[in-house]
């Protein structure tokens, strides 16, 4: 079970709560507003079905800064938290952690307990915009990459268009020239066998009249 590193007083019953919770309200901008109220104001009770808990006024010992410290090392560990580079849970740690020491230092100082909660806000605000601005700029990059690998798509595509045209004419080329030499054989074939029966004409001529210079010696 994960424990808040800001301390709490016990729960109480909402309406025993009820008075403190408007002087909360009005704390910040009220020129006689106690300690109390002040805190209440920069760190918000807890309300839930169990009653109001307010931020505990009991300066913590040097034990319980130990124990506080040794509670941030299991919650870094226990939930897994990067050390180093953006990493949301350590910052939420980090964030529970400042609240307690916000809470120390107003008990001693109430004034520099509001500023240093002033400031740590703007710093989260600051982180929250930076995140921003990165998760905008993975976005960007990552459009980007798709894009150009898009365009690299794009261009293989056009380069197999412009290959598989150039293949068609080269193919062509080859179909005219095939039907040339195909053309040119038959003409030769045709040739080749005009001739072999003009020949084989000539010769059954050639035939005949022996045959028939044969027969007028044999009579």
Not at 140 to 164: G, M, R, T, V
Not at 175 to 186: A, D, I
């Given at each position: 079970m994960r424990q808040n590193f800001l301390r709490y007083d016990p729960p109480l019953p909402y309406e025993d709560a009820e008075d403190r919770l408007k002087k909360a309200k009005s704390a910040l901008t009220s020129a006689n507003a106690a300690m109390e109220d002040m805190l209440n104001a920069i760190l918000p009770p807890i309300v839930s079905e169990q009653g109001v808990q307010f931020v505990s006024k009991e300066i913590s010992d040097q034990l319980q800064i130990l124990q506080l410290s040794q509670q941030l090392q299991s919650q870094m560990q226990a939930r897994q938290a990067r050390t180093f580079g953006i990493c949301p849970i350590r910052l939420n740690i980090y964030r529970e952690l400042f609240d307690e020491l916000v809470r120390q230092i107003s008990l001693d100082c109430i004034e520099r307990g509001i500023l240093l909660k002033r400031v740590l806000d703007n710093v989260y605000n600051q982180i929250?915009?930076?995140?921003?601005?990165?998760?905008?700029?993975?976005?960007?990059?990552?459009?980007?990459?798709?894009?150009?690998?898009?365009?690299?798509?794009?261009?293989?595509?056009?380069?197999?268009?412009?290959?598989?045209?150039?293949?068609?004419?080269?193919?062509?080329?080859?179909?005219?020239?095939?039907?040339?030499?195909?053309?040119?054989?038959?003409?030769?074939?045709?040739?080749?066998?005009?001739?072999?029966?003009?020949?084989?004409?000539?010769?059954?001529k050639h035939v005949e009249q022996l045959k028939n210079q044969l027969k007028g010696f044999i009579q």
């Open positions: 929250q915009q930076t995140q921003v601005l990165y998760e905008s700029g993975v976005r960007y990059s990552n459009l980007k990459l798709q894009l150009k690998e898009n365009q690299l798509e794009i261009k293989k595509i056009n380069d197999l268009e412009a290959e598989n045209l150039q293949l068609k004419r080269e193919l062509n080329d080859i179909k005219f020239k095939m039907e040339g030499v195909e053309k040119n054989l038959q003409e030769k074939r045709e040739k080749e066998k005009k001739r072999s029966d003009d020949e084989t004409a000539f010769l059954q």
